[in-house]
């Protein structure tokens, strides 16, 4: 897989929580390079299903959302100057002097500014900019920006790729289309691999307002056993070290009341057997993930969380280890391939 | 125009190298001969029809940026060079040394953010660039301490003739002293293209010592508040309004009579202008104004939003302005000679 083209295009194509439309269609046509049928549920999660071997009907579901945190319009000023709220947990800080797209009834290119540095009192210095000071400078008229911006507006961040030292990454949106490339790279190893299981993948969408998507699709699907792919903090100064996770160490495989025991410790061993480097992302509550949703849908369902490492996270340079993308794609396809045979013996 | 080549060089005060090439390479395509000094800046001389008088234009080549100054295991912390509003680092790219290395600005998350932190600013001190390295060997080698490292921002068109790009303070000027450059006039003219601006006008007042001007303007990418949370008295330039002149700032105190021949010639050949409404600031001006026995100094600026931040923002129209207007003044001179003495007291 050529992980470094599929992140670039992955992570600089828009896809907002609740609009992620276009983005779907996108990811769908990648599915189905891989899957026997690839469909768009009503709520846009885009389900690729890859048969398994045997008639078992058994269901396995991976998900990995592919919505992301941005911006919606609020308000137009007599200038021209557009304002705006978060769509998911976007940090002011992070915002100015920063490149965005407002997707009107055309694209347009912005520049977000506020009061110049200048002018701010000591005071005003040092409290974080809030977002209703935050302004889209797009150097059109105000008549052209009323033409084609409403309020409602969805606004992404624009920014260039980079490629780091050591196989990192850094672009925005890899929260979590990290997880949609894994998804792929679990369909490619599967075509080399046998498993019995029908696998679902589920590219999921509304994950950063509220785990919507997953919660139909776990409704929908109804699997045996679900594998959530999301991220985690990666290691970083001044954040607690149980907390954080170094990057190209492998994924991390969560262990808490979230996730199912039997399954996780079989995973576990089965990355230890094959070699792959993991590591333990210790869970005591809420994972704060779609493995949350998903582990109470219906009458239940085995669910598994696996992260990938990244770095500042819900900024613009969130970076990552592709060597940890990899790893990720190998452990959870060696896993999906045992299942129905050794795995049988697991929930016994 | 060649702003596009210009902004996208990398040349962080007192590492102004890749532009002096590429400027020197071009003024070599009109002047008559190129000194360069000992710190770097270039003089492209162009000899006047009857060299009676020397007239001075002035640009600087360096840029805001930052310098390595030590590690975290991987991680590089830095320096900034020249002013930079600390909180807009937080997510940016940057290249670091003239391999252009690519590195981001990373800082603690906001999930990994404790109360205090989320209401207050990041400071630099909690910051650093990470550029993959995991150890600090790795980094050393890639980023040995003291490198410069400069903002990565590409060259864009947007708007109603609006350019966005790092370093427009002030590659605009140098793009307009390079037009310049191409006409031939009475007297001799100097065009100075200056290093170290951005840290304290160091370069320019050798540069003027050299020279030895009659007169001297300064051309440079000013900055522009015309921006929502600014009062309009508080604005000091408006972008698309034109060339703006410096009545005084922080540094110099250009002389009114020429300040007010500028805006009169502007006036009668229907050339955009506007004052700089506010005396923050300085620019090269005010180290050539006190060279020797003291020089007839005046400014002239393309207006710039979000100056020294990757996303500078200025209209095209300003540029045509600034550039028209100092055709026009240096054309009033060289028709008429007298003129450069008349501003002396």
Partial sequence: ?348 | MLIKELTELNGVSGNEDEVRKFIKAEAEKYADSITEDSMGNLICYKKGVSSKYRVMLSAHMDEVGFMVTGYDDGLIKFASIGGIDERILPGKRVLVGEKRIPGVIGSKPIHLQEKIERGNNIKQKNMYIDIGAEKKEEAEKLAPLGEYIAFHSVYTEFGDGCIKAKALDDRIGCAILLEILKETYRFDLYVCFTVQEEIGLRGAGIAAFRVKPDIAIVVEGTTCSDVPGVREHEYSTVMGQGAALTIMDRTSYPNKKLVDFMYNTAKNKNIPVQYKQTTTGGNDAGKIQLSREGVVVASVSVPCRYIHSPVSVMNRRDYESCLSLVKAVLDEFSSNENLIESFKA
């Fill in chain 1, 1 to 348: 897989m050529d992980y470094i083209n599929i992140l670039k295009d992955l992570s600089t194509y828009p896809g907002v929580s609740g609009r992620e439309d276009k983005l779907c269609g996108h990811i769908a046509k990648m599915f189905e390079k891989y899957c026997d049928s690839v469909e768009i549920d009503d709520f846009y999660n885009v389900i690729g299903i890859k048969k398994g071997k045997s008639a078992s009907g058994r269901k396995i579901m991976v998900t990995a959302h592919l919505d992301e945190i941005g911006l919606m319009v609020k308000s137009i000023d007599k200038k021209g100057f557009v304002t705006v709220s978060n769509v998911g947990g976007v940090d002011s800080k992070i915002l100015l002097a920063q490149e965005v797209i407002i997707h009107g009834k055309k694209e347009i290119y912005g520049i977000i500014g506020a009061k110049p540095p200048h002018l701010l009192t000591p005071e005003e210095m040092k409290k974080a900019v809030k977002m209703e000071d935050l302004t889209i400078d797009t150097g059109l008229s105000a008549e052209e920006v009323r033409e084609n911006v409403s309020v409602g507006d969805i606004v992404t961040f624009k920014v260039d790729p980079f490629e780091l030292q050591n196989s990192r990454f850094s672009s925005k949106s890899l929260d979590n289309r990290a997880g949609v490339a894994a998804l792929l790279d679990i369909m490619e190893n599967l075509t080399l691999l046998n498993h019995n299981d029908d696998v679902w993948f589920v590219a999921t969408v509304q994950e950063e307002v509220g785990l919507r998507g997953a919660n139909i699709a776990a409704y929908n699907i109804d699997p045996d056993l679900a594998i959530v792919i999301d991220v985690c903090h990666g290691q970083i100064p001044g954040a607690p070290k149980e907390s954080v996770f170094p990057l190209g160490k492998g994924p991390a495989v969560a262990v808490g009341p979230n996730l199912h025991r039997k399954y996780t410790k079989k995973m576990i061993e089965l990355a230890k057997e094959e070699n792959i480097p993991y590591q333990i992302d210790v869970e005591p509550g809420d994972t704060g993930t779609e493995a949350w949703a998903v582990q109470v849908s219906r009458e239940g369902i085995p669910t598994l969380l696996v992260s990938i490492p990244l770095k500042y996270m819900h900024t613009v340079i969130e970076t990552l280890s592709i060597d940890d993308i990899k790893n990720t794609g190998r452990l959870i396809a060696r896993f999906i391939s045992m299942t129905g045979n050794e795995m049988e013996e697991v929930l016994c």
